[in-house]
Every structure is written in structure tokens, then in C-alpha cells.
């Protein structure tokens, strides 16, 4: 659901993405815009410099859960995120390597490669809490939040079937470029 104030064009929204991006970490920032630059085949500054001048809404989602503040912009990309079930059962899936998160959240989550995701018309940033509790920018992506399926951390850097990863109950995996 949109604001109806911002979606008046107060520009509210827009200052509290940019507030957010300007309190986000250096290093937090940079790894965001690495990540995502992609869904606009842009760079991270490019991306960076678009969101710094985009016109952002409120935007409420099921999967934008609190603390987290959801905003929308109007930019075509690729999600990034894909169902399992629009894969051929013979491709690969390959679960993230060991990482600090993995090991504090016990999940890591299903990657595949060659595949780019939908094209969506819409932006989604999240922003939230940072450590001192100032609102920063959590991520930035092409469409609506999605949370990709996690499997137990003893699967990290396993591959599997598509198949397999379906009777895993893995229903969404991240799109990565092909290396």
C-alpha cells in the first residue's frame, strides 16, 4: 500500500531514503550497491546516484516485517529472486558459502546461476535501524521483497538438483551472474 501523503508528491519519502543512505556505513552501502547494481545492469554509483534523486512512497508489503520501513520507486529491473519451480529439475542449486551470518542465523540460502529473474517495473528499498539507531538503508532491489528459501547451515557450499532442492521445500533461490 502507498502513502497517500507522499504519494501526493510531499517528497517526504524520497528525504527519508536519502537521510537513510547518507547514515548507512560506507562498507554496508558499498556491499548493497555491489549486490544489486545488476538488476539495472548499472553500476553501484549509478545506482547510488538514482536513488539519491528518485521519487520514493511508503510502501507496505507482507514481507517488509518490523523494523523495517518499505519505500517504492518506479525503475525497471530484474528481481534477482526466482521461484525453484520455473527451473528445469537437471539444473543446479548451490547454497552460500560459511559466513557470520550463516553461522548466527544457522541458514545459508540456495543461489543459481544463468538465470536473471523477472522483469519488474518497481524498486523496493528497506530501511531500518542501524547500530546507533539512527535509519539506515538495509537493501535496495527490483521488486517486491521476496525471502528466498534457507536450508540448515550444514548445507553450505552444497550443490544440488533442482529436484532435490524442491523436496528440501526450497521455493525461491537468489539469481546469480555466471562466473
Known sequence: MIDDQDARGTGAASKEVTDAIENTPMGDLQSTLDL??????????????????????????????????????????????????ELEDTEEVFFDPPSAKSEASGFVMGNVRGHSGPVVEHVVALVGPGDDGKPVLWTVHAGDPIIPSRVAKEFAEITVSVAEAKRMEVHFVRCLPVS
Open 36 to 85: 544489486h547494481a545488476r538488476s539495472w545492469n548499472d553500476t553501484s554509483f549509478g545506482t547510488l546516484a538514482w536513488m539519491q534523486g528518485a521519487e520514493w512512497v511508503r510502501y507496505e508489503h507482507p514481507n517488509v516485517l518490523p523494523p523495517a520501513v518499505g519505500y517504492k520507486a518506479v525503475r525497471q529491473g530484474f528481481q534477482l529472486v526466482m521461484p525453484v519451480s
